[in-house]
């Protein structure tokens, strides 16, 4: 059925082409087509909703035009497998695919390994107010072969029940969504052609028992080799990429996978309970890695106001991750907590430049260590007004011409901060006005703070504001970078440390005394040296075992 639709539609299209010149298309009324698996009949006219068509099989004797609308009947399932290849609205009469009439959103599904929906080269489509699900198979894949996708809008979708189950590695992005395991699929990564899908939206939408959600690729040189080394690397963006308001959770795999495009943005969306595969065998090792929300060989794009939580994956499972040649690139307003960690950015060859963290609140992302960069580094990156509580080890390595200030970082007990010399030697990096407390300051931030932050005495979110009598008010830097707001959506009325920049909540919480910091610090230093001690003992087990085999 899904060649056959394809065939027909391209037939079609092709048809439509030559037989009304372009005035004349223009002039056309858009027609509306309505099917029904519930009293429809293939018999029928499908332009009304009392002659509406049985299933797909009614598209076979008609042309389709811009602003045609195809509308499934709520409350009905439907077998669907299609590619449509050429199908063109305009931005102002955009072809639509949708539902009507009362009840439950239409269900578009199918059981083969195939998309339910698949786009070629088409542009100004709509998909919106239905349901998708296939067990064995993708939901939506968008890709170009001939031409550029402008323009596509898929919103208030409601994915469930793609393949779901353990794995014992990474998702194949390169064959689509059905490959993918994907609510939506851009490309694939190795692209099939140079041209991309361009201001592409999602919005509102759903995605429940599902591998992986949204993942977007675009072109990365003309070998179509995305593991090439830097100097071979010649991008072709998607642009204009917006993904909002949506919901993704209880899912093996990613949320969203932001790859080479340049000002997309990712805003008040949450992934929850995303990355629940651990990606290790029966002895512990790591098979794979996967993350929530990260950028792959992206730029000047922004992933924001966003919640992301209970990422399992042993491997990475971390909130923030800059990855692979993604430069100018931004975390903001993100609500982290209970995952594997907060953040590991990963450089593949040349260090990646002009990324930001800032105004983030991690909370528990403690069961391994985060780390500022690894690979190659991170070059003019900011880390900035981030409130991390309870977090593991943090590490602060591979940055050059860098800033770090206004954080407060709290680790879980017996967890401790590193940073290497030799790097801060030759980095020429700027630590300042930082809080740290439940352990030693960091080594290259002796000069910031150690003390009891102080926090309000508010529940959920507003336990992590300051108090009034905080001594972390007005102690920040400023920072010139526009921003009126902080994490929490106030305006921002003094320079603190920490996600919080109001003038402090009321009433007045306890603070440290001098003799209650010293046993604290005293205590760190003892923490610090069982970590160490640890360290070296485990290089030592790993040797030795080494040497028996």
Not at 159 to 179: C, E, I, Q, Y
Not at 279 to 306: H, K, P, R
Not at 401 to 417: F, K, T, Y
């Amino acid at each position: 059925m899904k060649k056959l639709f394809s065939i027909i539609l391209c037939a079609a299209l092709i048809f439509s082409a030559l037989a009304l010149p372009a005035p004349a298309v223009l002039a056309l009324t858009a027609n509306t087509y309505y099917i029904d698996s519930i009293d429809g009949d293939n018999q029928n006219s499908g332009n009304s909703p009392e002659n509406a068509w049985k299933d797909i099989g009614g598209f076979t004797t008609e042309v389709f035009q811009a602003g045609d609308k195809i509308l499934f009947r709520a409350g009905g399932t439907y077998e669907c497998a299609a590619t449509l290849t050429g199908l063109k609205g305009t931005k102002d009469a955009p072809f639509v695919i949708s539902s009507y009439g009362e009840g439950e959103r239409p269900v578009l599904r199918t059981d083969l390994h195939e998309e339910v929906l698949t786009f070629i080269d088409c542009s100004y489509i709509t998909v919106s107010d239905i349901q998708i699900t296939a067990p064995n198979g993708g939901g939506i894949w968008i890709d170009t072969i001939n031409e550029e996708s402008v323009g596509m809008t898929i919103e208030n979708v409601y994915f469930f029940g793609l393949p779901n189950g353990k794995v014992t590695g990474r998702d194949d992005f390169s064959h689509g969504a059905a490959g993918a395991r994907a609510a939506v699929m851009v490309k694939g990564l190795p692209a099939n052609s140079r041209y991309a899908v361009n201001d592409l939206t999602i919005s509102n939408c759903e995605v429940y028992d599902c591998a992986n959600g949204f993942i977007i690729w675009g072109s990365w040189n003309d070998e179509q080799n995305p593991w090439c080394d830097d100097d071979e690397k010649d991008p072709v963006y998607n642009t204009g990429l917006l993904i909002e308001g949506c919901y993704l959770h209880e899912m093996d795999a990613e949320a969203v996978v932001v790859g080479i495009c340049d000002g997309a943005l990712v805003t008040h969306c949450r992934a929850i309970n995303t990355c629940q595969g651990e990606g290790v065998d029966e002895n512990g090792d790591i098979l794979y890695f996967t993350a929530a929300m990260w950028f792959w060989g992206s730029e000047n794009s922004i992933i924001q106001y966003c919640e992301i939580a209970g990422q399992k994956n042993i491997g990475d499972g971390m909130t923030v991750d800059f990855d692979s040649g993604t430069n100018n690139c931004t975390y903001q307003y993100i609500y982290s907590h209970d995952n594997q960690r907060f953040v590991v950015n990963n450089a593949k060859d040349d260090p990646q430049r002009n990324n930001t963290v800032r105004y983030c609140l991690s909370v528990n992302d403690n069961k391994g260590r985060s780390s500022i960069a690894s690979g190659n580094g991170e070059d003019g990156f900011k880390f900035y007004n981030n409130t991390i509580i309870n977090c593991g080890e943090f590490q602060f390595y591979h940055l050059t011409n860098s800033l770090v200030a206004n954080n407060i970082i709290i680790p879980m007990e017996g967890e401790v901060l590193n940073f290497d010399l030799e790097d801060e030697i030759n980095g020429r990096n700027t630590y300042k006005n930082n809080c740290y407390y439940n352990t030693l300051s960091l080594g290259c931030d002796l000069f910031s703070m150690n003390t009891l932050p102080a926090f309000a005495e508010g529940e959920g979110l507003d336990a992590y504001k300051l108090a009034v009598n905080s001594p972390l008010l007005g102690k920040g830097v400023r920072i010139e970078d526009g921003l009126t707001t902080d994490f929490f959506g106030n305006m921002i009325e003094s320079i603190n440390i920490g996600c919080y920049m109001g003038s402090g909540e009321e009433p007045e919480t306890d603070t440290e005394n001098p003799i209650e910091k010293l046993f604290r610090m005293i205590k760190n230093i003892f923490d610090r040296l069982m970590h160490e001690f640890m360290v070296i003992k485990r290089e030592l087990d790993e040797k030795l075992a080494e040497m028996n085999k």
